[in-house]
């Protein structure tokens, strides 16, 4: 029953294991009492034979209206001739920034222990304009995109995110010293925005020397933000430090105040439906999404439980090296909230 | 004196520590005794005022004769408005390949103690084509050029590579999810090399995930063959997971037979001159450029010099947490030739 009280957001459990890990964060939502009230909208690829398409019109209007959302996994088909729905959707609604927080978990350890930073990336343009084309036979080009506007607008975002979570540097990655035109661009839109926020920190790294020094010592960063590509390179990379997609949320910022929190792992076909996939990355998107909406206290419910299971290590899913069930390892969740 | 007997090779000392480590080369060379007379010729980043050119033709010219040459670092001036010698090098010489083998040093603990790969980089085109123009303000683009000429020519490099070197499997390493004509030329090209070499496994991964793979477990990969920019920021990652490119050797492949080793670190300026500077890089290069001459007798001494130096502990340079100048590092190595 519709209740006024409740915030009413999008879900879109997406593709494989999305339904089931849709499920544990419904239950544990519950139990934490969230006041939001699901629309739940079927996106995934298989073709609904109505409207001939992955992605209805009604599942677009209902985040443009909700302001609010989260999305389970979409398989990209290589090659098929269509575009992934992830990009579809980042492309309709404007999904300007992509944040992913990435932090070591306690109590699961991996090489690194002092992992804590978060990845801001350009989400519309870049390497992923689409544009390509045959120039002769056996010679083709894509173009990559730079704006200002995107730019600056990316920028901004983290610079206002480094400010108002106190974090204390933004970095810029870069391969300007190639690139000097598309990401001096970038660059230069960043360097403007950093001179509004004095008192962050501001520095530029190129990409390669990036990625080496974030498997030597991540602690060396804090905030970073960059151009599309890169962004997905770099935040794919850290999430390996901590120990993989299935761990670290996500959550995407459009114009007008729209967040669409996502697991970007993918929709692993191969255990779906089995009760044995791991909600961890969608539970930790949900809470951004709290966080989004001010729930900070739901948010920290729902995350120290979250935590806390995976550190004591009794419930653990196949993936993390235990033999948890998807449903126990819920469970064991909402007995901590 | 010239002696018919020697072969004769071009040397590239370049700037900032480059003459301080390239005479390290030459004192373990003279000490093991290697068949090589040098041909040494300036290249870096101040102009010669009679040419107005970093490079002149002699310099080219002489790899182009010798076939065989050993480079030092080259300052990239970011936004001069001139292009890196680096990338000149590469377009003038037709370096095609780029083979940087990354392995654990012994003895020179990280946190990764089972590296052992080669990366082999498409090195003439891709996103380092050049070609960037501003459509109208604020909105500037790049040309990623993928031809079906120099991706057979470095897939082919790669198998071949993988078959002489006892390697087991070649993994293509892409992003066609989203660059689907580029990317996807390449892997059309790679799979075609492929079915040659029925022997070496064959797999296609997407860069975002081979980055996460490798810091998660390097040891899954073996010979990775890659565009342009993925080449570049792979095979940074993979120098950071055994220590950082002072560490690591690199050899250029080019049209007609040329193989231009160099070492990939930066010049340093801040402690050049100072005897501080690590040779390592440049030696283990210097080693590859051994094999290519098929002088491996010798390349095995110097390689085992060098990696016994750099494990005994006794003398380190500071970029490896020792004390140890360049000269009495490298006087190490010649007691132990
Ligand atoms: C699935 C793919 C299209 C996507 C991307 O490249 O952006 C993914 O890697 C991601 O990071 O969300
Ligand atoms: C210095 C720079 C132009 C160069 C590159 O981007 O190729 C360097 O990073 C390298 O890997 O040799």
């Known amino acids: 029953a519709a209740n006024s009280d409740l915030i009413r957001a999008t879900l879109f459990p997406g593709d494989g294991i999305g339904p089931e890990i849709a499920e544990s964060v419904k239950q544990v939502f519950r139990v934490a009492d969230v006041p939001i009230e699901w629309e739940e909208h079927f996106v995934g690829t298989e073709v609904d034979p109505r409207t001939q398409s992955f992605l209805t019109w009604e599942s677009l209007e209902s985040v443009r209206r909700?302001?609010?959302g989260l999305k389970g996994p979409m398989a990209t088909p290589i090659g098929k001739g269509h575009r992934s729905l992830n990009l579809t959707l980042r492309k309709e609604l404007n999904l300007y920034a992509n944040v992913r927080p990435c932090y070591s978990l306690p109590g699961y350890k991996t090489k690194y222990d002092d992992v804590d930073l978060i990845t801001i990336r350009e989400n519309t343009e870049g390497e992923y304009s689409g544009l390509e084309h045959q120039v002769v036979r056996g010679v083709v080009e894509s173009l990559k995109i730079i704006t200002r506007q995107a730019s600056l607008r990316v920028a901004e975002y983290a610079f206002h995110y480094a400010k108002t979570h106190g974090r204390e540097r933004v970095?810029?990655?870069?391969?300007?010293?190639?690139?000097?035109?598309?990401?001096?661009?970038?660059?230069?839109?960043?360097?403007?925005?950093?001179e509004k926020y004095p008192e962050i920190k501001y520095e530029e790294v190129v990409i390669d020397n990036?990625?080496?020094?974030?498997?030597?010592?991540?602690?060396?960063?804090?905030?970073?933000?960059?151009?599309?590509?890169?962004?997905?390179?770099?935040?794919?990379?850290?999430?390996?430090?901590?120990?993989?997609?299935?761990?670290?949320?996500?959550?995407?910022?459009?114009?007008?105040?729209?967040?669409?929190?996502?697991?970007?792992?993918?929709?692993?076909?191969?255990?779906?439906?089995?009760?044995?996939?791991?909600?961890?990355?969608?539970?930790?998107?949900?809470?951004?999404?709290?966080?989004?909406?001010?729930?900070?206290d739901k948010a920290d419910r729902i995350q120290d439980a979250v935590l806390k299971t995976i550190a004591e290590g009794k419930y653990r899913t196949g993936d993390l090296g235990g033999k948890s069930t998807?449903?126990?390892?819920?469970?064991?969740i909402c007995d901590h909230i």
Chains 1, 2 share one sequence.
């Open 66 to 68: 909700n302001k609010v």
């Open 210 to 296: 990036c990625c080496m020094m974030l498997v030597k010592n991540p602690a060396l960063f804090d905030v970073l933000v960059m151009p599309n590509l890169y962004g997905d390179i770099i935040s794919d990379l850290c999430a390996g430090l901590i120990g993989g997609l299935g761990l670290t949320p996500s959550c995407n910022i459009g114009e007008g105040g729209i967040a669409l929190a996502e697991a970007v792992h993918g929709s692993a076909p191969d255990i779906a439906g089995q009760n044995l996939a791991n909600p961890t990355a969608l539970l930790l998107s949900a809470v951004t999404m709290l966080r989004h909406l001010d729930l900070h």
């Open 171 to 194: 970095s810029a990655i870069h391969k300007a010293n190639i690139m000097q035109k598309t990401d001096g661009l970038f660059l230069k839109c960043c360097r403007e925005v950093a």
């Open 326 to 332: 998807t449903s126990d390892f819920t469970q064991a």
